[in-house]
């Protein structure tokens, strides 16, 4: 396979530099901890405070509002829900205290939209953008096993290399555009979900015709789809087990809203992502929003009507 | 996982007995002469002979008609496009031949409910029917690397195990129904044409965000999407690489509308399934019926305006 302008950074030696991390989530959590264990000064900021307690037993230090992780020409990192948020928090103020040769590392899963609002407005601060979207559920981020994906100026992703690494197993490139790494996160939150669709419809398939699901899934993942997403996957889909959240449907369904938009601005018609995200609308409707985002296999169950998972009160 | 009723057979030591072999096109040649090289006597009848040529150099015996193939109570196996072709040849006349004891042994992708006739049919003569369709190309079919998917009679499938290893590196049982390994057979192309379809849709997203589509892809397929159908597939979608035809859009879309129809008698809604049945569809009525099932990826791009692919004549 030619790799096209895909291509690893040279690693490059340097001390850890003073960090401020806003966003304490799932997510948030786990990546700042790393930082920490890494040697990163950190100054952390959430919107909850109780969420941050635990990093600062490990030597974060809390402050009080966004601006105040800043140092003058120091670099902040954003874990966030959504564009709404990050465009918020990563505002004037923020800019403003980050100045001339900031660099706000945006590892968020945001729109390639926003993404380009906001290197266009922090470039009026001097401030650099960088897309650093990551895939891996929580427990990958405590395992430093996240895979992230950057774009953005080079010199500022070469500046924060050791502080991505310290969160990830590997950094995957993808050129100057701010948004260019936020199409590929959606991208693979895409065929991610489609994976989990395909998936379902098959076992759904297979116990209607008196297969059970685990044997049809276990034979399809052992062989020719042995691979961490669809083994991680089909075990959720064989257990139903839709109750262990590491990614809720409700942010499932933000990605594909989001790739739709992307696609919808670029002309590029994407029969399977509309449907894909008409599913968790669907879901969000039947109030399992807030379940993991792997209840997406429920739907092909049900809508076959087949019970593989007691909802319960949702 | 739990597997289920999923296992293994346990291998039993057999001579290599005298087999019937009726369809020599590009799955059933190399799949015929592992056959001989494992030591099986083989009659062999293809309706164009030509195609016997090579094997009957090898030392198989070439045969006018189908029910010549078999031996009383012997075995016969068959590898044939569809439904039609199957049902046609294994009738009355051969299963005469083969009469009480005789094992018909159906490697072609087709319908559980024609396996069910069959295996009805069959019984009236003493004929067991041992479904046992493959995945995998017409490579893997002669690195003796297909996956074997097998249901019917206990007894009948043990006397055919040593033949069937012949042919592949994994044998993988599904129970006493004829139609079981059927239904995973279709459940397997399913899965697999769905990956295709994700994949070019997030290539077509990429490339009109000035991604090209061999970064994105080579991200995906090394991380969360490592294994043999993703990486095989990513690559022909890099390539445009659909007139290199292991198997055809056609059989794909026969495929799909057979999926269909046994979700359809078995009350399984299954749009991703019904979206691709009709992408085929289409693929066939642009003339493209013929190329390899992979031209599925081009129908998102072109859906998109893009050109990856110079369709030439078609």
Same mark, same amino acid.
């Given at each position: 396979? &030619? $790799?096209?302008?895909?291509? $690893?950074?040279?690693?490059?030696? !340097?001390?850890? %530099?003073?960090?401020?991390?806003?966003?304490?989530?799932?997510?948030?959590?786990?990546?700042?901890?790393?930082?920490?264990?890494?040697?990163?000064?950190?100054?952390?900021?959430?919107?909850?405070?109780?969420?941050?307690?635990?990093?600062?037993?490990? #030597?974060?230090?809390?402050? #009080?509002?966004?601006?105040?992780?800043?140092?003058?020409?120091?670099?902040?990192?954003?874990? +966030?829900?959504?564009?709404?948020?990050?465009?918020?928090?990563?505002?004037?103020?923020?800019?403003?205290?980050?100045?001339?040769?900031?660099?706000?590392?945006?590892?968020?899963?945001?729109?390639?939209?926003?993404?380009?609002? +906001?290197?266009? &407005?922090?470039?009026?601060?001097?401030?650099?953008?960088?897309?650093?979207?990551?895939?891996?559920?929580?427990?990958?981020?405590?395992?430093?096993?996240?895979?992230?994906?950057?774009?953005?100026?080079?010199?500022?992703?070469?500046?924060?290399?050791?502080?991505?690494?310290?969160? #990830?197993?590997?950094?995957?490139?993808?050129?100057?555009?701010?948004?260019?790494? &936020? @199409?590929?996160?959606?991208?693979?939150?895409?065929?991610?979900?489609?994976?989990? %669709?395909?998936?379902?419809?098959?076992?759904?398939?297979?116990?209607?015709?008196?297969?059970?699901?685990?044997?049809?899934?276990?034979?399809? *993942?052992?062989?020719?789809?042995?691979?961490?997403?669809?083994?991680?996957?089909?075990? !959720?889909? @064989?257990?139903?087990?839709?109750?262990?959240?590491?990614?809720?449907?409700?942010?499932?369904?933000?990605?594909?809203?989001?790739?739709?938009? *992307?696609?919808?601005?670029? *002309?590029?018609?994407?029969?399977?992502?509309?449907?894909? !995200?008409?599913?968790?609308?669907?879901?969000?409707?039947?109030?399992?929003?807030?379940?993991?985002?792997?209840?997406?296999?429920?739907?092909?169950?049900?809508?076959?009507?087949?019970? $593989?998972?007691?909802?319960?009160?949702?």
């Amino acid at each position: 396979l &030619h $790799w096209g302008r895909f291509y $690893w950074f040279e690693k490059e030696q !340097r001390m850890p %530099e003073p960090i401020g991390f806003i966003g304490l989530g799932n997510m948030g959590r786990p990546m700042a901890a790393n930082l920490l264990k890494a040697g990163f000064p950190l100054k952390v900021y959430n919107r909850t405070p109780d969420k941050a307690r635990a990093l600062v037993e490990q #030597g974060a230090r809390p402050v #009080g509002s966004p601006a105040e992780v800043a140092s003058p020409g120091g670099v902040v990192v954003t874990v +966030l829900p959504d564009d709404a948020a990050v465009e918020s928090i990563a505002g004037d103020d923020l800019c403003r205290a980050l100045g001339a040769g900031g660099v706000h590392v945006s590892m968020s899963t945001i729109s390639p939209a926003a993404a380009q609002r +906001l290197s266009a &407005h922090h470039a009026g601060f001097g401030v650099a953008y960088v897309a650093a979207p990551v895939f891996g559920r929580p427990e990958a981020a405590a395992d430093r096993m996240l895979r992230i994906c950057t774009s953005g100026p080079a010199d500022a992703k070469r500046r924060v290399h050791l502080a991505l690494e310290a969160m #990830g197993q590997g950094i995957y490139d993808f050129g100057d555009a701010p948004g260019a790494a &936020h @199409v590929v996160k959606l991208s693979g939150n895409f065929l991610l979900t489609a994976a989990i %669709e395909a998936m379902a419809e098959a076992a759904a398939l297979a116990e209607k015709n008196d297969i059970p699901r685990a044997s049809l899934l276990a034979f399809l *993942t052992q062989t020719l789809f042995n691979c961490p997403i669809y083994n991680n996957y089909a075990n !959720r889909i @064989v257990q139903a087990d839709f109750e262990n959240v590491g990614f809720t449907a409700r942010l499932a369904y933000k990605d594909m809203r989001l790739a739709a938009e *992307t696609a919808a601005a670029s *002309t590029t018609p994407m029969p399977t992502l509309n449907l894909l !995200r008409d599913r968790y609308l669907a879901l969000i409707a039947n109030g399992k929003g807030d379940l993991d985002a792997s209840v997406l296999a429920n739907a092909a169950a049900s809508d076959a009507g087949l019970t $593989w998972f007691d909802a319960g009160p949702h």
